[in-house]
């Protein structure tokens, strides 16, 4: 599968739906809360943040979530990716179902965004690029989930995500196929649809991995890319990978898997 660099600019006011409304003033441009962005791709991860640090004891990197959640009015460089703080380790691996082919231990990858088109990708921390630091106190992503006959409702946002075992969880689908299933779907008397990127990236969970969501909630989810109903343009349509929790575009031709929602 074509994993390219993009995501699609998005709406700044949908973090409350995956955030509190404190960090949505938290990552506000105010004056006491600020963000200071490096003037050139010079910066392996560790001098990243070291970076941050020299700018005063209150200063910091961004975890991928903050960073991914941006306003479109950061004034980002064009062309530039920008440093998290975030690494993985095979470590913290819990295994669930699917493959991508990557076979045993996972080397050391860190977190990184490119605004530019709105993807996430994991690159060796020796690699030299940019970085976004903020002075505010990081306010971790609230995630308040329940599992019910319907599905998986996220209390906090409202939405309800399809029992995995409602449908063939190995299934793929081009992109038409995915949102047709979604949209034919009848269960519970709801209406079904694909998620947003915001959406689908909202419940990845790097604190697994292989899939990088919480299979107590989720189930095993594969590990491979799942459709959102966003478009980059009219070839090409925004997936969130679920083996280590990544954002691409994807040719819309192309297979990938499914993961339905409904908000009624």
Known sequence: MKHTRGYEAVCWQNIVKKYSLILLSVLSFTASAQVHLSSSENLTQENAIQYCRDLGSSWRTLSIQELFTLPKTTPFNVGFSYWSGMQIISGNAITGTGSEGDGGVIEVLGYSFFPKERNITLSPPTKKIA?????????????????????????????????????????????EQAKEMCENLTLNGRSWRLPSSDELYGIVDTAFLRPSVDMKFFGPMMHRYYWTGDLLNSQEAYAVGFKLGSVATVSKSEAAHVRCVSEE
């Not at 992503?141 to 969880?169: C, F, I, M, V």
Request: proline letters at 4%; glycine letters at 6%; hydrophobic letters at 25%.
């Open 131 to 175: 970085v976004v630091c903020t002075n505010i106190p990081e306010i971790k992503q609230s995630r308040n989930y329940r599992l019910t006959p319907q599905g998986t409702e996220d209390k906090g946002s409202g939405l309800l995500w399809h029992s995995l075992d409602a449908t063939d969880k190995r299934a793929k689908y081009s992109f």
